[in-house]
C-alpha cells in the first residue's frame, strides 16, 4: 500500500494551505498541560460507550492471531493508550495464554478497566495510570521482557516534541526481538481536512473541540521517529478506507499508517 494519489494530496494541500490560522500561543501550552486532565473529561462524558471492541486488530496483526489456543505460545503484551479496555477484555477472552499490561494516562480510563468484573476476575492483566512522555513503563513492567506492544491510536495524541521520549520509554519495556504493533492517523486523513480554521497548534498537529489533541503522521516521519529510539521497521504501510457518513451522505477517504517495529537482538 504506497502513499495516497497525486491528485488526493495535491487537492489536500490546498486545503491545508487555506488554513493559515494557528492557535494562540496561550492556549497551545494550556492544551499541552491539560492533555491528561481532557481526556479523564472524555471518558467522564462517554464512560465505556464511545469506542468499539476491537476485533479488528486480531485480524490486522497475525502475532496475535498465532497464539490463540497454543499452550507452547505464552505472550505478553503490553497495551499503551489502552482506554476503557475495548481491545483488551476480547483479547483476554480469546487468547488464554496470554498476559497483558494496560496503561493510559487518563486515570478515569485506568479506573474503569479496574471496575470491570472480567478484570477484577482475572490474574492475567494489570492496569496502571501511565503518561508516556514523563512515567518510566519499567516502573510498572520488568525491562525487556514484553513481547508485543501494542500502539493503537496513541502516538497521536503526544505533541510532537515528546514523541522521542514516548518512544524510548517503549523500547526499554520490550525484550530483543519483541514487535511494536502500530496504527494511527494518517497524514491528509480527511479528518484532518475537516479541522475547522483555528483549529491548528503546528503543522499537521490539531486540537479538537474538546481540548484533545491529533496528530497526522507520514510513514517517512514515522519511520524516522522509531529509527531513533532504536527500532528497525518491518513495515510501514498506509491504511487507505472508504467510510460513509450517512448524515451527510458523503464518501470519506480515511487514511491510517499501520507499522511493525522490532527492537534487535
Known amino acids: 500500500m504506497a502513499d495516497p494519489q497525486p491528485e488526493y ?18 492556549w497551545v501550552k494550556k492544551y499541552r498541560q491539560e492533555a491528561s486532565k481532557n481526556w479523564d473529561k472524555f471518558y467522564k462524558r462517554n464512560t465505556t460507550n464511545f469506542f468499539k471492541d476491537r476485533h479488528w486488530i486480531e485480524r490486522e496483526f497475525h502475532e496475535l492471531q498465532s497464539q490463540n489456543g497454543n499452550e ?36 478515569r480510563a485506568v479506573g474503569l478497566v479496574q471496575a470491570n468484573p472480567l478484570y477484577t476476575a482475572s490474574d492475567r492483566c494489570k492496569a496502571f495510570v501511565c503518561d508516556l512522555t514523563q512515567d518510566a513503563l519499567t516502573d510498572s513492567v520488568p525491562p525487556a521482557t514484553v513481547d508485543l506492544i501494542s500502539m493503537i491510536f496513541v502516538l497521536s495524541a503526544i505533541p510532537p516534541e515528546k514523541m522521542d521520549q514516548a518512544v524510548a520509554n517503549v523500547f526499554a519495556a520490550l ?32 486540537v ?58
Open 9 to 26: 494530496v495535491d487537492r489536500a494541500k490546498q486545503i491545508l494551505a487555506q488554513d493559515t490560522k494557528v492557535v494562540p500561543e496561550f
Open 72 to 107: 507452547q505460545s505464552k505472550l505478553t503484551l503490553l497495551e499503551v493508550g489502552c482506554g476503557v479496555g475495548n481491545f483488551l477484555f476480547p483479547l483476554l477472552e480469546s487468547h488464554p495464554n496470554l498476559f497483558v499490561y494496560a496503561c493510559d494516562f487518563s486515570s
Open 175 to 206: 525484550r530483543p526481538g519483541g514487535k511494536v504493533l502500530f496504527r494511527d492517523y494518517g497524514l491528509y486523513d480527511a479528518a484532518q481536512l475537516r479541522f475547522k480554521s483555528g483549529s491548528k497548534l503546528e503543522d499537521n498537529f490539531y
Open 208 to 265: 479538537r473541540q474538546d481540548g484533545t489533541m491529533a496528530y497526522y503522521f507520514s510513514r517517512a516521519e514515522l519511520e524516522a521517529l522509531f529509527r531513533r529510539a532504536g527500532f528497525v521497521p518491518e513495515m510501514v504501510d498506509n491504511i487507505f478506507r472508504k467510510t460513509t457518513n450517512v448524515k451527510q451522505n458523503l464518501d470519506v477517504d480515511r487514511i491510517f499508517v499501520q507499522a511493525k517495529f522490532v527492537k534487535p537482538l
